[in-house]
């Protein structure tokens, strides 16, 4: 599939064009690596990076047209946040027992 984009002031809306067979709107719709360097050649500014509504409208983003592999997808990175979040938590374990380590060293 593909969309056209509009900008006002900060507020960004991509609203998709879905095929008129698509009856349920994408579970996920990220920017692939390969669109972010036409955006990235649009987009104005230093401190604050502004993107014209008339050129972002220019680019198409694709996404997987099929309801189930934008699930697939989904469901994909909801696992990988799940091993993301659980790697923070031992992390922070490891960190609490160092912690403790240092503090008994000093006392």
């Not at 064009?17 to 987009?43: Q, W």
């Not at 309801?67 to 979040?85: G, H, N, P, T, Y």
């Not at 659980?86 to 160092?98: F, G, I, N, V, Y």
């Amino acid at each position: 599939g593909s969309c056209r984009a509009a900008v006002n002031n900060d507020v960004v809306s991509i609203p998709p064009n879905y095929p008129t067979s698509t009856t349920t709107p994408p579970t996920h719709s990220p920017t692939p690596n390969s669109e972010r360097p036409k955006i990235s050649n649009i987009a104005q500014g230093k401190s604050v990076v502004h993107i014209q509504a008339k050129e972002l409208s220019k680019v198409i983003m694709s996404y997987p047209a099929s309801l189930e592999e934008q699930r697939k997808i989904a469901d994909c990175l909801a696992s990988m946040d799940e091993v993301i979040r659980k790697a923070k938590d031992e992390l922070a374990k490891w960190q609490e027992l160092k912690k403790g380590l240092l503090q008994q060293m000093f006392v």
